[in-house]
């Protein structure tokens, strides 16, 4: 016998359009959708309370941390000895943000979500729904505490510090440091004090890190995804699309990014510790709910808690039961037809139909037209 293994035969055209058909279909709610829902989500609940209950107190402290006023320690050149702005770097004039931080956070976690959510037409899977939203959760929850930890204790001066500060005219050589020409910002400025305090926290970038964590997040879950069918390697015909969807999470995180290099509101370096903390949660983030994240045989599968798995697991039997009972009433409606009998396919419909509604002796109407039948094959 020959090693060498025929390759696995790929879906049709008309094969993933009925799986799509068919995926679609599911949307619509049934008598049993909610009720299935309900328990899975129940049980999911159960489950992961007390990392949910983490994430909002995560949550919390990052937005208690964030409310705190900044008392920046930083020095900063104002003028060199001649008189000249010493430090261009700061001089930037102040622009608006292409995109605010609400909305950087908005497009962070919705957009990835609903992704995910569309994705379902085709694995409809819950546990891997909830897996991977809380993945996401876990991401961005821990990625803005991060962040904002830094921003507040460490920060910086942004690009446009000196034209929100407006420092008032100062002496030469009247500040600190080498021939006295740094100070700090509550001794010169004289702007609006909410601008100033914005303007030292430069780094690092939070809208990179919810950009990374969350678009990240959502590049990784494309990637492990749409090779869960693969087998033995073989790449596809449409193999480049795969990679293009991979890198659009990326395009949209690094546009994100670089506006706010763009409209002088963070250095280059601010964008890009950012932008390593948000990959970084987001790798945690998806290697915590699943099972790996380099082994293609396994990153794809999600960590299933106890109480989900058995409901889990309690559907999928009740299912089989009622396939196969269908597939018995359909083997005995056409044995019926096999066999010819007269009214033997309306009989055996009534009979069964008798039968479920828990009623065991049959009606009399029901034993005098299978008595004539009888006497019938008898002739």
């Given at each position: 016998?020959?090693?060498?293994?025929?390759?696995?035969?790929?879906?049709?055209?008309?094969?993933?359009?009925?799986?799509?058909?068919?995926?679609?279909?599911?949307?619509?709610?049934?008598?049993?959708?909610?009720?299935?829902?309900?328990?899975?989500s129940?049980?999911?609940f159960?489950?992961?309370?007390?990392?949910l209950?983490?994430?909002?107190?995560?949550?919390?402290?990052?937005?208690?941390?964030?409310?705190?006023?900044?008392?920046?320690?930083?020095?900063?050149?104002?003028?060199?000895?001649?008189?000249?702005?010493?430090?261009?770097?700061?001089?930037?004039?102040?622009?608006?943000?292409?995109?605010s931080?609400?909305t950087?956070?908005?497009?962070?976690?919705?957009?990835?979500?609903?992704?995910?959510?569309?994705?379902?037409?085709?694995?409809?899977?819950?546990?891997d729904?909830?897996?991977?939203t809380?993945?996401?959760?876990?991401?961005?929850?821990?990625?803005?505490?991060?962040?904002?930890?830094?921003k507040?204790?460490?920060?910086?001066?942004?690009?446009?510090?000196?034209?929100v500060?407006?420092?008032?005219?100062?002496?030469?050589g009247?500040?600190?440091?080498?021939?006295?020409i740094?100070y700090?910002?509550?001794?010169?400025?004289?702007?609006?004090?909410?601008?100033?305090?914005?303007?030292?926290?430069?780094?690092?970038?939070?809208?990179?890190?919810?950009?990374?964590?969350?678009?990240?997040?959502?590049?990784?879950?494309?990637?492990?995804?749409?090779?869960?069918?693969?087998?033995?390697?073989?790449?596809?015909?449409?193999?480049?699309?795969?990679?293009?969807?991979?890198?659009?999470?990326?395009l949209?995180?690094?546009y994100?990014?670089?506006?706010?290099?763009?409209?002088?509101?963070h250095?280059?370096?601010?964008?890009?510790?950012?932008?390593a903390?948000?990959?970084?949660?987001?790798?945690?983030?998806?290697?915590?709910?699943?099972?790996?994240?380099?082994?293609?045989?396994?990153?794809?599968k999600?960590r299933?808690?106890?109480?989900?798995?058995?409901?889990?697991?309690?559907e999928?039997?009740?299912?089989?039961?009622?396939?196969?009972?269908?597939?018995?009433?359909?083997?005995?409606?056409?044995?019926?037809?096999?066999?010819?009998v007269?009214?033997?396919d309306?009989?055996?419909?009534?009979?069964?139909?008798?039968?479920?509604?828990?009623?065991?002796?049959?009606?009399?109407s029901?034993?005098?037209?299978?008595?004539?039948?009888?006497?019938?094959?008898?002739?």
């Amino acid at each position: 016998m020959s090693d060498i293994q025929s390759p696995p035969i790929k879906p049709s055209r008309a094969q993933l359009s009925a799986h799509l058909y068919q995926s679609l279909s599911d949307l619509i709610p049934r008598k049993t959708t909610f009720r299935r829902l309900g328990r899975y989500s129940r049980a999911f609940f159960l489950d992961h309370w007390p990392d949910l209950l983490v994430v909002l107190l995560v949550t919390a402290v990052a937005g208690a941390v964030f409310l705190i006023p900044t008392r920046s320690p930083l020095l900063f050149p104002l003028l060199d000895p001649t008189g000249a702005v010493y430090n261009p770097s700061l001089a930037y004039p102040y622009r608006p943000a292409i995109f605010s931080s609400l909305t950087a956070g908005l497009l962070g976690s919705l957009v990835p979500l609903g992704a995910i959510l569309i994705s379902q037409l085709i694995i409809r899977s819950f546990a891997d729904f909830s897996a991977a939203t809380l993945g996401l959760f876990y991401a961005l929850a821990t990625g803005t505490l991060f962040q904002v930890i830094l921003k507040k204790t460490i920060g910086g001066l942004r690009p446009h510090f000196l034209a929100v500060c407006k420092p008032r005219p100062v002496p030469l050589g009247s500040g600190v440091g080498f021939n006295g020409i740094m100070y700090r910002a509550q001794d010169v400025c004289t702007g609006s004090p909410g601008e100033i305090e914005w303007g030292v926290q430069s780094f690092p970038s939070g809208h990179s890190e919810i950009a990374f964590a969350g678009f990240g997040y959502l590049a990784i879950y494309f990637f492990t995804h749409l090779h869960r069918n693969d087998h033995g390697g073989r790449v596809g015909k449409l193999g480049f699309w795969r990679m293009l969807l991979v890198l659009m999470p990326i395009l949209f995180a690094t546009y994100i990014s670089s506006t706010l290099w763009l409209s002088y509101h963070h250095h280059a370096s601010d964008c890009l510790a950012g932008a390593a903390i948000g990959i970084l949660t987001a790798l945690l983030g998806f290697r915590t709910t699943y099972r790996s994240l380099a082994d293609g045989t396994r990153n794809w599968k999600p960590r299933v808690g106890r109480r989900l798995k058995s409901a889990l697991e309690r559907e999928r039997e009740e299912q089989t039961t009622a396939e196969q009972e269908q597939e018995q009433e359909q083997d005995e409606i056409e044995l019926d037809h096999r066999h010819g009998v007269d009214g033997a396919d309306d009989t055996g419909d009534v009979e069964r139909a008798w039968r479920r509604s828990g009623w065991s002796p049959p009606p009399p109407s029901l034993n005098r037209r299978g008595s004539e039948s009888t006497q019938n094959r008898e002739r």
